[in-house]
């Protein structure tokens, strides 16, 4: 399967850090909208710190492509919010 990180910018998607603080700023973002930022955030913090010491690359790239896919998803719900229109299937 094809990686998902394509539809991020490459400076985002190949920097481990960047992918986190770009999940954290989401996660800031929704949870000021529904009132449970600090949930929100642990739950990003946990993912990542319990990830860290991982040393496979497969299993590297596969929870970068979760992390992206779950931005692209926020993403494109943000988007149909504010237009109106439904963008995926």
């Keep these: ?3 998902l990180q394509k539809a991020l910018p490459p400076e985002l998607a190949d920097n481990a850090l960047r ?3 770009e999940c954290l700023r989401r996660a800031k973002f929704i949870g000021s909208q529904k ?3 600090g949930l929100l955030v642990s739950m990003v913090r946990q993912q990542f710190k319990k990830n860290m010491n ?3 690359p497969d299993k590297i790239q596969k929870m970068k492509d979760d992390a992206a896919r779950g931005l692209i998803n ?3 719900y943000e988007s149909e ?5 439904k963008f995926s299937g």
């Design 1 to 3: 399967m094809p990686s």
């Design 19 to 21: 992918l986190y603080r």
């Design 35 to 37: 009132h449970n930022t």
């Design 54 to 56: 991982e040393t496979d």
């Design 74 to 76: 926020h993403i494109i």
């Design 81 to 85: 919010k504010m237009t109106g229109r």
